[in-house]
């Protein structure tokens, strides 16, 4: 069975930092982009970052880009998001999730759908 | 960055009734629309992929339609179990990946 664990959420001030855990159970880790998507308060639904199997390709939304990092450590099954210069703004339950995979005639590519998720993992930013 | 708007922002309804939620995007997506049911305390759910595929484990009374800029979920006989939040997501132009702002289903 598929399983994503996340971690180290809490409550931080503004200009704080926070380090987020996704630990990965159930399937191939190293074979997987791994994503990182936040529920906003009152705003929905917002994607954060993604890294891909190999750490070379890497995105982050334009809210996060300079204050956010994201890596991985295949062997730990293990994906990180370093959160620098957390704002108000920043709350939110965070998840991580991988996407489809589709392997027609054996070659196989990650779509981005999310079709497996953790729980999530709270973060508070105030004062 | 591609904008989906979803409407209704929320809904009444009673187990049994059919509901059509709506998907608009500010410019054409092909079929690249994904909708995920969010529930307090659980892990989101995939529903439907590429407009209309339905997800693995997904009941039949959930489908999904449309193209381009304008998609719809349909659940056709609403169980108890299905009052949540509903996302669509687009995947055809990205980064950033973007979601809908959701519509909210309530008894």
């Known amino acids: 069975e598929v399983q994503l664990v996340e971690s180290g959420g809490g409550l931080a001030q503004p200009g704080w930092s926070l380090r987020l855990s996704c630990v990965a159970s159930g399937f191939k880790f190293e074979d997987y982009d791994i994503h990182w998507v936040r529920q906003v308060p009152g705003k929905g639904l917002e994607w954060v970052s993604v890294?891909?199997?190999?750490?070379?390709?890497?995105y982050y939304a334009d809210s996060v880009e300079g204050r956010f990092t994201i890596y991985r450590d295949n062997d730990q099954y293990s994906m990180y998001l370093q959160m620098n210069s957390l704002r108000t703004e920043d709350t939110g339950l965070y998840y991580c999730?991988?996407?489809?995979?589709?392997?027609?005639?054996?070659?196989?590519?990650?779509?981005?759908?999310?079709?497996?998720w953790g729980r999530g993992t709270l973060v508070t930013v105030s004062s | 960055e591609i904008v989906l708007t979803q409407s209704p922002d929320s809904l009444s309804l009673s187990p049994g009734e059919g509901v059509i939620l709506s998907c608009r995007a500010s410019q054409s997506v092909g079929t690249s629309v994904a909708w995920y049911q969010l529930k307090r305390g659980q892990a989101p759910r995939l529903l439907i992929y590429d407009a209309s595929t339905r997800a693995t484990g997904i009941p039949a009374r959930f489908s999904g339609s449309g193209s381009g800029t304008d998609f719809t979920l349909t659940i056709s006989s609403l169980e108890p179990e299905d009052f949540a939040v509903y996302y669509c997501q687009q995947c055809e132009d990205w980064p950033p990946l973007t979601f809908g702002g959701g519509t909210h289903m309530e008894i």
């Open positions: 999730a991988t996407t489809l995979r589709r392997c027609p005639r054996g070659r196989c590519y990650q779509t981005n759908y999310f079709v497996n």
């Open positions: 890294i891909s199997w190999n750490s070379v390709s890497i």
